[in-house]
């Protein structure tokens, strides 16, 4: 899991899962997501996003294999979509990826995780844990300086171009799950990050990006 914080990217651990499980699988045994599904985790209250009229709660970002939450956005999916929603998936693909970028800078810093990790496996748990303070550490005294170009998501806002990268972390992926069920005050709230996004918190390049 990973947390941007201003032009930074830190890594918030749980971790312990077999890999076969499904990434919504896994989020369902943190204390994270326990404490998110029942109102535990001292979410800040909602907001005006700035030039909108629309009170806004904080959220969580995730793919489509997550549950959707009033806390929780995930993308709509593919059958589904309009010109609105398709620019609410580019929106919140935007900023998963840049949350994505910390793994890809991750695993450049730290070889260990581009192969398999040949040791115990209370040591792996050692070494991930040792690997992602260290992480948070450099993140705070370095900021961006020493990040490899190819592991950092970018945007090209004249051409609509879009520079992921995040191919080449050398990690495996979590498997996908099905795609989980969701109640109407959930998807309310995607909606309203929907017009917000199509509307007055749109910004002036993000029709070639969805084009």
């Known amino acids: 899991m990973s947390i941007v914080d201003a032009n930074y990217e830190f890594i918030m651990v749980d971790f312990g899962v077999n890999g076969r499980i499904s990434d919504g699988g896994v989020i369902d045994h943190t204390t994270f997501y326990q404490k998110l599904k029942n109102g535990n ?13 629309a009170i806004m709660p904080f959220v969580f970002i995730g793919d489509e294999a997550f549950s959707l939450r009033c806390h929780f956005l995930k993308p709509f999916g593919q059958k589904e979509l309009n010109n609105d929603r ?12 840049r949350v994505e970028n910390s793994f890809g800078i991750l695993s450049a810093r730290f070889r ?3 192969g398999a990790i ?25 900021g961006t300086a020493n990040v490899p ?45 929907t017009n917000y996004f199509c509307h007055e ?4 390049w993000q029709d070639k990006m969805t084009q």
């Open 201 to 204: 918190g749109a910004l002036s």
């Open 149 to 193: 170009e190819d592991n950092v998501y970018s945007e090209n806002i004249q051409d609509g171009t879009i520079d992921l990268g995040l191919e080449s972390t050398g990690m495996t992926r979590l498997q996908r799950g099905y795609n989980r069920g969701s109640n109407n005050e959930a998807k309310q709230v995607r909606l309203l990050f």
């Open 41 to 53: 985790l001292s979410v800040p209250p909602q907001r005006k996003p700035r030039g909108s009229k």
């Open 118 to 142: 040949s040791i115990s496996l209370e040591g792996i748990e050692k070494a991930v844990m040792a690997a992602c303070v260290l992480h948070n550490y450099l993140r705070r005294k370095c």
């Open 112 to 114: 260990i995780f581009q």
């Open 86 to 97: 398709k620019m609410f998936n580019y929106r919140l693909s935007r900023a998963r990826c």
